[in-house]
């Protein structure tokens, strides 16, 4: 999928970055650079570090190498803003929060005991409504399906506008349509925000529809480049056991 949203200078780049545990590498020597505007979809067998990778990203990691952020004038910064959707919510179901008042709970505002505040709960309203699921505002957070609460947390992790938008497998337990759809309004956000968005995913049709590059990793990075290029690689039939061709069918 061709990309016109990128403006080539903005970026999070990833560079020569390690990560062990005792004696063992989990991430070996990763050089990448994630592009404002531009969807990079992360794949590898169990085990290969993808959401070490992303821990790495949030902070929750320590490393060696170093991680920027180069903004639209060319700016190296430190650290990206990184939003980030994981890949379930652990909570108690039957508490009753609704999804306002989460969300406000989540951004820090006053707790939820103490009533809503009338300009958060406005605000709050209308970044539900960008995701075109205001109508889940008063809803238990506790009832929404797992396709809602996606939405949501998506929500969530994109006010404000990240630099960087991380996905974890954001979407198990949601069906085909809720994915799609799900994968539209990412799609949307790093056209319309510009945003540099990372997610990873097991879903390789959906991938090919969505994402503009594709990153297979086994500790390091073994192939990357668009969809169809990295499936037909030797290094994708070793990780996944089957061939391009089985993808596409
Ligand atoms: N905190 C940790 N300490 C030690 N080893 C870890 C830690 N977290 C993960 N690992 C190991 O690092 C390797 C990579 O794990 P990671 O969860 O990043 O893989 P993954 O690609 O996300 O796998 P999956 O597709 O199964 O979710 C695994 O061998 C795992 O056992």
């Known amino acids: 999928m061709s990309n016109h949203n990128s403006c080539g200078l903005c970026s999070i780049e990833m560079k020569n970055i390690s990560v062990t545990s005792g004696e063992d590498i989990l991430l070996d020597n990763i050089n990448l650079t994630f592009h404002c505007g531009e969807l990079t979809a992360l794949i590898g067998k169990n085990g290969a570090g993808k959401t070490t990778l992303l821990r790495t990203l949030l902070g929750e990691r320590h490393y060696k190498g170093s991680i920027s952020f180069t903004d639209h004038h060319g700016v190296v910064l430190p650290m990206p803003r990184i939003g980030y959707v994981p890949q379930h919510l652990d909570f108690d179901k039957s508490m009753p929060i609704s999804v306002s008042d989460f969300i406000a709970a989540a951004k820090g505002g006053s707790p939820v005991w103490f009533g809503k505040q009338k300009k958060m709960q406005a605000h709050i309203r209308e970044i539900l409504e960008d995701m075109e699921c205001g109508y889940l505002a008063e809803r238990r957070l506790g ?93 994708f039939r070793e990780a996944f056991g089957f061939s391009f061709e089985e993808v596409a069918k």
């Open 143 to 235: 009832a929404l399906s797992g396709g809602e609460l996606q939405r949501v947390l998506l929500a969530l992790a994109t006010d404000p506008v990240p630099d960087l938008l991380v996905l974890d497998e954001p979407v198990s337990g949601v069906d085909m349509a809720g994915l799609d759809l799900f994968y539209k309004r990412v799609t949307e956000l790093r056209d319309k925000q510009h945003m540099a968005i990372l997610l990873v995913s097991h879903d390789l049709g959906l991938i090919r529809k969505y994402a503009d590059r594709v990153v297979l990793l086994d500790k390091t990075v073994v192939a990357q480049g668009d969809a169809n290029k990295v499936f037909a690689t030797d290094a």
